[in-house]
Nanobody, 116 residues
Framework: QVQLVESGGGLVQPGESLRLSCAGS????????INWYRQGQHKEREWVAS????????EYAGPVKDRFTISRDDAKNTAYLHMNNLQPEDTAVYYCHVYANKQNYWGQGTQVTVSS
């Protein structure tokens, strides 16, 4: 059973940074693209960023482009989301996602709160 465990969330002030981690296990992590999503209170879950397997190419949603960076360390079975210049609208639960074995797998999420 694929497992994804997020960590690194917390409470920060506007303009500060955080790094989220997504640790994968029980699957061949290096063979799958990894995605980050987020869901704000009373909002739908939205895609944030993705990183591929070949060349580690990355893509970002418009609201986070140029502020967030997705990366991965396949030797550690871990993906990261580096978030800079955080703003109150970035407040959400952040989820790691992988599509493997024709199924969607999600972590439990990690809360990011941006508030002064």
């Amino acid at each position: 059973q694929v497992q994804l465990v997020e960590s690194g969330g917390g409470l920060v002030q506007p303009g500060e940074s955080l790094r989220l981690s997504c640790a994968g296990s029980r699957f061949a992590f290096q063979n799958y693209a990894i995605n980050w999503y987020r869901q704000g209170q009373h909002k739908e879950r939205e895609w944030v960023a993705s990183i591929s397997i070949v060349g580690h190419a990355s893509e970002y949603a418009g609201p986070v482009k140029d502020r967030f960076t997705i990366s991965r360390d396949d030797a550690k079975n871990t993906a990261y989301l580096h978030m800079n210049n955080l703003q109150p609208e970035d407040t959400a639960v952040y989820y790691c996602h992988v599509y493997a074995n024709k199924q969607n797998y999600w972590g439990q999420g990690t809360q990011v709160t941006v508030s002064s």
